[in-house]
């Protein structure tokens, strides 16, 4: 009975977590020199550079701190710093704007790319070499 509560609540308050979780790619554990370099996708590139800075240029990710978690495209320089999260390397972008955003270290075709999700639309965002 508390989990059916639970789950009625989370439906009413607007929260969302996908379970098909066959669409995510394979989570995998990096060093930050593997991240280092140009990363190009959704028409836009992410320039990952040693020392812990980066530029990007119209870059599409869910940004948060600037805006509400919405979808944006954004050009721009800021620090990146990795976590090791539950399944894979996590890397956090922070903007000179005060925008952040989340990539995750995934695995596709045994190559190693980035990764995030429109958690509005489920959609998931890669970003290759």
């Known amino acids: ?34 991240l280092v370099g140009r990363w190009s996708g959704g028409g836009g590139t992410l320039e990952l550079h040693a020392g812990g800075t980066f530029a990007a240029d119209k870059l599409r990710l869910q940004y948060f701190g600037c805006s509400s978690g919405e979808l944006l495209t954004k050009t721009g320089r800021g620090a990146w710093k990795t976590a090791k999260g539950r399944q ?24 190693i790319i980035l990764w995030s999700v429109d958690t509005n639309s489920d959609q998931v965002i890669t970003i290759t070499r």
């Open 88 to 111: 894979a390397s996590e890397i956090s972008l922070h903007s000179v704007d005060g925008c952040s955003a989340t990539l995750w270290v995934g695995e596709s075709d045994k190559q």
């Open 1 to 34: 009975m508390t989990v059916l509560v639970l789950l009625v609540f989370l439906a009413e308050a607007g929260c969302y977590a996908s379970t098909d979780y066959a669409k995510y790619p394979k989570g995998v554990f990096v060093r930050d020199d593997a």
